[in-house]
């Protein structure tokens, strides 16, 4: 930038080191106004946010936190009317009242159909794998027993683990469907394997 006839472009006297002079030019226009700009912002930002509403990071932080509890619950609610989804232990669902309710029986039956049928046959008979309908059982006559192997499986005597490819629910309501056929005596029943439970 250099002005001809300007009162600026005289160098200060006495000032002059190696050769280079100092001259006292004014600042330019557009540097003044950044200048001044961050002053300003500095002093709203300060009043908003040290002294106004504008929230501190502490409560940013606690706001942040409280968003994640509620993005976390809402997913649980989720799953949770979901049918488990896979997160929720089997106990999520009462399995006595599953057990009497006769919409979740039905339900199991069309899963066992799909699923169990073609080992434990179309009645629950036995085929490859046992009878589920009589009072003899290899794992417990509990329904809680029985979610656990229709979960887990009996790998090594042919019996699938289902955890991976059923909801909790759906185990539960296929559980309620076994329950169900109790004591049922359909045609062509396989012999009785395991251990007798007379209460069954
Ligand atoms: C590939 C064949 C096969 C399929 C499919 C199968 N099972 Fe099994 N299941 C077996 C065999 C074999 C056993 C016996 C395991 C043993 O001897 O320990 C068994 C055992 C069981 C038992 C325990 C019986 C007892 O006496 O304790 C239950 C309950 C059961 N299965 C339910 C199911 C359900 C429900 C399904 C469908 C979701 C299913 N199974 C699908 C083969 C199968």
Redesign the pocket.
Not at 136 to 140: A, E, L, S, T
Not at 157 to 160: E, L, N, R, S, V
């Given at each position: 930038m250099s002005n001809d006839n300007n009162q600026f472009d005289q160098p200060i006297a006495g000032h002059e080191y190696d050769g280079i002079k100092e001259f006292d030019n004014p600042l330019p226009m557009w540097w003044l106004w950044t200048f001044f700009g961050t002053i300003i912002f500095a002093f709203i930002y300060f009043i908003h946010y040290e002294m106004g509403a504008g929230p501190n990071l502490d409560q940013e932080l606690k706001m942040d936190l409280a968003t994640i509890k509620e993005v976390a619950a809402a997913n649980s609610a989720a799953a949770t009317t979901a049918g488990g989804g896979g997160e929720q232990p089997p106990a999520a669902d009462d399995l006595n009242a599953v057990i009497a309710d006769k919409a979740r029986a039905a339900e199991g039956k069309t899963?066992?159909a799909g699923?169990?049928a073609?080992?434990?046959g179309n009645e629950g008979q036995g085929l490859?794998?046992?009878n589920?309908t009589d009072k003899?059982?290899?794992?417990?006559s509990k329904p809680t027993?029985?979610v656990t192997?229709?979960a887990k499986?009996?790998l090594d005597?042919?019996?699938?683990p289902?955890e991976t490819q059923?909801k909790a629910t759906e185990?539960n309501s296929?559980?309620a469907y076994?329950v169900s056929i109790k004591g049922t005596n359909p045609a062509n029943p396989k012999p009785a394997?395991?251990v007798e439970d007379k209460e069954y």
């Open positions: 899963i066992f699923k169990c073609s080992c434990h490859i794998g046992p589920l003899f059982w290899i794992h417990g027993d029985m192997v229709i499986g009996v005597k042919g019996m699938p289902w059923m185990i296929v559980v076994i394997q395991g």
